[in-house]
T-cell receptor, first 114, second 114 residues
Framework: GDSVTQMEGPVTLSEEAFLTINCTYTATGYPSLFWYVQYPGEGLQLLLKATKADDKGSNKGFEATYRKETTSFHLEKGSVQVSDSAVYFCALSGSGGGADGLTFGKGTHLIIQP | DTGVSQNPRHKITKRGQNVTFRCDPISEHNRLYWYRQTLGQGPEFLTYFQNEAQLEKSRLLSDRFSAERPKGSFSTLEIQRTEQGDSAMYLC????????????FGPGTRLLVL
């Protein structure tokens, strides 16, 4: 079945550091890929998405590129802020065109220190 | 529109009791999903509705779990004869045909079974 593997956390960085959170996936067909973020005490929020190979999703300074050849969707940000501290989830949708649920990774807890 | 809402936000119950959670999706979203999230894990897909039809329910955790969406608007998730292992966050998400696989999540209902 479909699966998503994320780097384990917590990841601790200093403010203004470069961020990479690795995400690889296994899926049949051509899934859409997502990054969701969960801030302390809040629900999941969509951060960015990509629906086909070589697409780049971007939002709030975060970027991720859909790499079919390496089955990856790594999240990057050039300069992190304390307010980026949260749990980040990589997810994929199945080949059902939205008719099935998302498959999530376990999440990566990011801690940014001032 | 204020997004997906869920009630209650917190529920404490005793083992063996039945509980019911409600989800109100974003208006005009015809697709509705339920997930369970346990500590340190990503959300796990449970079931899916398109309008009032439950099109996927094989991922419900046991026959103690059931969900309805009687008029194609709000949905309820019921757990009968709760067990301590049911303690988790229960998330609801909705999506529209226009946006395809992009799902928007509510804040969740946190269940504690004593």
């Amino acid at each position: 079945g479909d699966s998503v593997t994320q780097m384990e956390g917590p990841v601790t960085l200093s403010e203004e550091a470069f961020l990479t959170i690795n995400c690889t996936y296994t899926a049949t067909g051509y899934p859409s890929l997502f990054w969701y973020v969960q801030y302390p005490g809040e629900g999941l929020q969509l951060l960015l998405k990509a629906t086909k190979a070589d697409d780049k999703g971007s939002n709030k300074g975060f970027e991720a590129t859909y790499r079919k050849e390496t089955t990856s969707f790594h999240l990057e940000k050039g300069s992190v802020q304390v307010s980026d501290s949260a749990v980040y989830f990589c997810a994929l949708s199945g080949s059902g065109g939205g008719a099935d649920g998302l498959t999530f990774g376990k999440g990566t807890h990011l801690i940014i220190q001032p | 529109d204020t997004g997906v809402s869920q009630n209650p936000r917190h529920k404490i119950t005793k083992r063996g009791q039945n509980v019911t959670f409600r989800c109100d999706p974003i208006s005009e979203h015809n697709r509705l999903y339920w997930y369970r999230q346990t500590l340190g894990q990503g959300p796990e897909f449970l079931t899916y509705f398109q309008n009032e039809a439950q099109l996927e329910k094989s991922r419900l955790l046991s026959d103690r779990f059931s969900a309805e969406r009687p008029k194609g608007s709000f949905s309820t998730l019921e757990i009968q004869r709760t067990e301590q292992g049911d303690s988790a966050m229960y998330l609801c998400a909705s999506s529209s045909r226009v946006e395809g696989e992009t799902q928007y999540f509510g804040p969740g209902t946190r269940l504690l079974v004593l």
